[in-house]
Nanobody, 128 residues
Framework: VQLQASGGGLAQPGDSLTLSCKAS????????IGWFRQAPGKQPEGVLC????????YFGDSVKGRFSISRDNAKNTVWLQMNSLKPEDTAVYYC??????????????????????WGQGTQVTVSS
């Protein structure tokens, strides 16, 4: 089983980046896929989660309106489109697979107890 996040790098404020999460070793369309991030010295936080069919998405509190998520089950891949990047988006971004997106008060939250699989992250640095 593998979940591999990629696509990170250095961006300037206002730039866009697209991250990919490529899965293997499990039945991809049986799982929701979520992105979470951890910035230095901060608690991890949920970014976005997408249902197994791709029909529903759930935002974390800090990225509404700027980020979007999509998936192609034929390619076992989920993408995180990040627009209007800010320095506070600097973090390592990870993807996780679960039976359902963990949502509280309408927002996707970080809850590793609910994950089935997770993988290595990709660093995103936003700086001028």
């Amino acid at each position: 089983v593998q979940l591999q996040a990629s696509g990170g790098g250095l961006a300037q404020p206002g730039d866009s980046l697209t991250l990919s999460c490529k899965a293997s070793g499990f039945i991809f369309d049986h799982y929701t896929i979520g992105w979470f991030r951890q910035a230095p010295g901060k608690q991890p936080e949920g970014v976005l989660c997408i249902s197994n069919s791709g029909g529903s998405t759930y935002f974390g509190d800090s990225v509404k309106g700027r980020f979007s998520i999509s998936r192609d089950n034929a390619k076992n891949t989920v993408w995180l489109q990040m627009n209007s990047l800010k320095p506070e988006d600097t973090a390592v971004y990870y993807c996780e697979a679960s039976s359902q997106c963990t949502v509280r008060d309408g927002s996707y939250i970080y809850d590793p107890d609910e994950w089935t699989y997770w993988g290595q992250g990709t660093q995103v640095t936003v700086s001028s």
